[in-house]
């Protein structure tokens, strides 16, 4: 199966998500991609020309060792470009978090792509390849009820920076996706409800409309983000040692993905008060007071 087109690998390919968009897209361009998922069936269907399926789970060193190893078989031991894209949504109160379930996200959303990293840069290595990290705009800016996964992005930003650093010495480049508002079936998975005791209680149609916020607040197309990724990620090298045509270090894409970049320019004091209007803490923090002088 070993030829000259480039090597995709994607992380994360469920239908109805930005990893299957990927695919599609790659495909559509001419590259060989080999899509991934923990649960194999939901992917079987993607197989065919240009594409490979392979069962992954990016938390698991042996599952990514493995899945590694089958990559080689198919590439030849190289490896063009590696996306991060698999991760775990986590919308719930800072105080209201349980630790073993935060622990379950920051094992998919930060130790999965640090795995990937690790395994995959000899393959990556063969090629002068890239790593696309796809983190998120509320790494940047605090977003209502985000923290957990907020923090999961901003390690993953941090992460990349040196990440990069390191592996230029072996031409191997990095990006960060910085991803606004993008429509995936996130909307459609179970979520997280708030404790019976949680001091939210009183404003849990607050918290509720959080829950679907990246689905109703200006959200790119899947298509039209994913077609923006494959334009950058293929870009390559570029000349005069990556100053011009490269693939850039960070890419901003996705609904309100602008807007939260002009944010990033602002005093933090600043973005942070722009972000509480955005989200109306103001009535939030009124009905909070009210609700909890009722108690006394």
Not at 1 to 16: A, Q
Not at 60 to 80: E, H, M, Q, Y
Not at 230 to 252: H, V
Request: hydrophobic share 45%; with cysteine; glycine share 8%.
């Amino acid at each position: 199966m070993v030829s000259n087109k480039t090597f995709v690998l994607i992380t994360g390919c469920s239908p109805g998500g930005i990893g299957h968009a990927l695919v599609l897209e790659f495909q559509r361009r001419g590259c060989h991609v080999i899509a991934t998922a923990r649960n194999l069936s939901l992917i079987a269907g993607m197989e065919g020309p240009g594409v490979s399926v392979l069962e992954l789970d990016v938390t698991k060193p042996a599952s990514i060792v493995d899945c590694r190893d089958k990559v080689s078989a198919i590439t030849g031991g190289r490896l063009d470009i590696l996306i991060n894209n698999a991760g775990r949504t986590h919308t719930i109160p800072a105080i209201d978090m349980d630790l073993d379930d935060v622990r379950a996200t920051y094992e998919v959303n930060v130790f999965g792509p640090m795995s990937m990293a690790k395994y995959f840069a000899p393959l990556l290595i063969q090629t002068r390849g890239l790593i696309i990290n796809i983190s998120s705009n509320s790494s940047v800016v605090p977003y209502l009820f985000g923290a957990i996964y907020s923090s999961t992005k901003g390690a993953i930003n941090t992460y990349s920076r040196a990440l990069r650093m390191e592996l230029r010495p072996f031409g191997v480049r990095v990006m960060v996706a910085m991803t606004g508002t993008v429509i995936s079936n996130i909307a459609s998975r179970a979520h997280r409800a708030l404790p019976a005791d949680s001091l939210y209680q009183p404003v849990n149609d607050m918290f509720e409309s959080r829950l679907t916020f990246s689905q109703t607040s200006s959200a790119m197309a899947t298509e039209t983000y994913a077609s923006k990724i494959a334009t950058q990620a293929l870009k390559g090298e570029g000349w005069l040692g990556g100053w011009i045509g490269a693939t850039p270090e960070w890419y901003w894409a996705g609904g309100m993905a602008g807007v939260v970049w002009l944010l990033t320019l602002m005093p933090r004091w600043a973005s942070e008060r722009f972000v509480a209007n955005f989200f109306d803490m103001g009535t939030m923090t009124s009905r909070l007071k009210a609700a909890f002088a009722k108690k006394d």
